[in-house]
């Protein structure tokens, strides 16, 4: 497991290792914004695109080629700028990273899923999960150290040899797990299982989570600054909100294994906590700073690993990285829609404004839970 949990971990620090210092590698990305947006664009539209794709690969050929696989093609685009040293190189490594990523990402998951028994799932995502909170924030302050010390060559080389080397560990250490057999699967069957209330629901809650964290880390910052903080102050904020989403997805996941907690009433209870700290945000001064921060956190500490587990025991074993790809695509569109939203009412309106629609909806949202789950299919050993 440790290999796929270093999986995760690089996919998220590549992500935002880059994103957030990249204005910072290069003065003519700080003055170029139009430039600077394309490539933070390109690595989401990468992984948007191509993951279902590569869910349903892993699927056909087996998981374990296409997470070798992404991972060596992410050390080769990361070293691709190392050799070049151009910035003009940067969009094509961008893109292949993102490429990548949305490779070896899906399949880890299909993996995380494949080598442990149902039972367990919940505490193996919750691992996964915070291996890949880890990744989401260490890589802001670890890629700004490595800029700092040698600028983006420097990052770009260190994530080149991260993946190189997360790629042999698992070569070593990630069992050959055989695509299972499984019947022809027409286009009206696939329509009709992705829109089913079993996989509609957790991605649905999933996606909300994504939106909620994405809008904390984004405008907690702007909230605090207008309260009168400081910039290590509202980045301490963030760094609340990150810890208590890491660190609660582990104890969900275990929560969920021993049978005191339900996949429907956690996830339930997350997406109340997750809009009860949007609610907090809206509270002036420190207070809804923080409070916002530390609520959005646990709460979507709580969704994440339960939303995957759900999705793995509703998912025939033989097509779970098309599941997981899937699945990957719906947080991706929360990831964006989220900050979306919020800026646009924050545009028309005000930043509290913002914080109250998004919270809303998020509230609203556990009432589509309250159906009951469709019962879990038959598993094929």
Known sequence: MWPLYAAGFTTAFGAHGIAANLGQGEEDLATSLLYLGLLLALYDGAEVVLKPV???LADRVG???VLLGGLVAFAAASALFVVVRDPDWLWAARLGQGAAASAFSPAASALVARLNPAAKHGRAFGSYGFHKSIGYTAGPLLGGALIWLGGLTL???????????????????VPAVPPLPKERQTVLGLVRRLTDGA???PVAALAAATAALSAGVGFLPLSGAAAGLTPLATGAAVS?????????QPWAGRRLDGGRLTTRSGLIAGLLVTAAGLGAATLPGAVGVLAGAALIGAGTGVITPLGFAALAAATPRERLGQTMGTAELGRELGDAGGPLLVAAIAATATLTWGYATLALLTALLPLTLRTRPTPAPTQVA
Request: with cysteine; glycine share 2%.
């Open 63 to 65: 998981a374990r080629p």
């Open 240 to 248: 609340v909100l990150a810890a208590c989403a890491a660190f609660t």
């Open 54 to 56: 590569f869910g349903t």
């Open 155 to 173: 990052l770009f080389a260190v994530l080149a040899a991260l993946a190189a080397t997360v790629a042999v560990w698992a070569a070593l250490a």
């Open 199 to 201: 996989f509609l629901r």
